[in-house]
């Protein structure tokens, strides 16, 4: 969906270096990116069109572990504020690799601040990936850093383990002071708490006298990253999906559902990130801690590759990713046998996840599910019933 991650790959190392420099010397400074959403979102305010919001594109989206799901976490009355902030941030990465962001872009009448940054052309947009590739770890040495979101919990109780520190060398900060804050409410309700959360955020900033603020929220993150940048005087960085890279994760931290989108860097262990992720999030319901351990177990056939991302649709059914596949059942089925048939929720659940494996014939139970499933169609058709 995005291109080769050779392509153009030498001119955005360029551009990543050119993009850290800004953030040395520049206070303050606020780096922003525009994804499908947002644009969606500004091209309805644009055109005065706020008819066409529904309570889809803002909410915590479906509890379904085998689908993706994703929105701007924002409903129409932030749309002023979200249209200031990409006219007058530092630098604005347009995603123009995102083709259909390519196209849709030129109809976006924003009127940018004089002396403020973009990314040069397509081939050095989604430049998050290579900077958090190649340049985090060098930028924040020696800097007060904090990291926010929905994954921020998980990301702290990750780093603190030798594994992490192992997968994550090349990447992770060494000398650094690094501060995490989880957002409240787990990320969710981001279209009511926007005002609440940026409040949070302002004294996590101050009480840690922080230098540099990465925010994985959503387009939250790019109205509270720019009015902090400018109320505190410090360098806010809209880090989008990258902490869900650093924490291998299959859903946001605020949704039952899969990802959108899947950049990756390391690999963690399905067994190593479920447990982890129960410490970090205890309170999640039996049919969410399913549905976020389907999302998990589905990284095992997507595609990958070091400092790329891949949509959620982009899989790769190889050989040896159906061996790993297969594998990692064995560990969920141990882990979570007992959430199967917990409630009405866990078993719809568990068949969504039994009719993917099956459809894609990934294990034997799946296929047995699927035949089962066609199976009682025929029935109910030769009986007449219509299917519920």
């Known amino acids: 969906m995005v291109g080769d991650k050779g392509d153009g790959y030498a001119e955005r190392l360029v551009e990543a270096k050119r993009l850290s420099e800004l953030m040395r010397v520049q206070r303050p400074f606020c780096f922003l990116r525009l994804g499908d959403g947002e644009l969606h979102y500004l091209l309805i305010s644009q055109n005065n069109l706020f008819d066409r919001f529904d309570r889809s594109q803002w909410d915590d989206g479906p509890l379904a572990g085998t689908q993706h799901s994703g929105n701007s976490g924002l409903g129409p009355k932030h749309a002023g504020r979200l249209w200031n902030v990409y006219e007058q941030a530092d630098y604005v990465d347009f995603h123009e690799r995102n083709w ?3 196209h849709l872009v030129k109809k976006l009448k924003l009127v940018r601040k004089p002396g403020t940054h973009r990314n040069p052309n397509k081939q050095t947009s989604m430049i998050f990936l290579t900077w958090v590739e190649r340049e985090l770890k060098e930028y924040c040495r020696g800097r007060r850093v904090g990291f926010a979101g929905a994954e921020a919990r998980l990301l702290q109780l990750f780093s603190e383990t030798p594994e992490f520190r192992r997968l994550s060398a090349d990447y992770w900060p060494e000398d650094a002071k690094i501060f ?4 409240r409410d787990d990320g969710r309700n981001l279209d009511a708490n926007l005002d609440l959360v940026k409040e949070d955020l302002r004294k996590f900033v101050t009480d840690k006298q922080l230098d540099t603020l990465f925010i ?3 387009s939250a993150a790019k109205i509270i990253g720019f009015e902090l940048s400018r109320e505190l005087g410090v360098c806010c960085f809209d880090f989008g999906a990258m902490m869900r890279a650093l924490t291998y994760s299959g859903c946001d931290g605020n949704r039952a559902a899969r990802s959108p989108q899947y950049p990756f860097l390391f690999r963690i262990p399905f067994g190593t990130y479920m447990e982890t992720l129960e410490k970090a999030m205890p309170n999640l319901a039996p049919a969410e801690l399913l549905a976020k351990a389907h999302g998990q177990l589905l990284l095992e056939v997507m595609k990958r590759e070091v400092g790329w991302t891949f949509a959620s649709w982009e899989f790769d059914f190889s050989e040896e990713n159906r061996v790993a596949f297969q594998k990692v059942c064995q560990v969920y089925r141990t882990r979570y046998h007992h959430l199967f048939k917990a409630s009405p929720e866990t078993r719809k659940e568990r068949a969504g996840f039994l009719h993917f494996c099956g459809t894609h014939g990934l294990t034997l139970e799946g296929r047995l599910f699927l035949l089962l ?6 029935v109910r058709r ?3 019933r219509s299917p519920q």
Do not use: D, T, Y
């Open 100 to 102: 259909p962001i390519e």
């Open 180 to 183: 995490f804050h989880q957002a």
């Open 216 to 218: 994985s929220l959503g």
């Open 373 to 378: 499933f066609h199976f009682k169609g025929f």
């Open 382 to 384: 030769c009986l007449g």
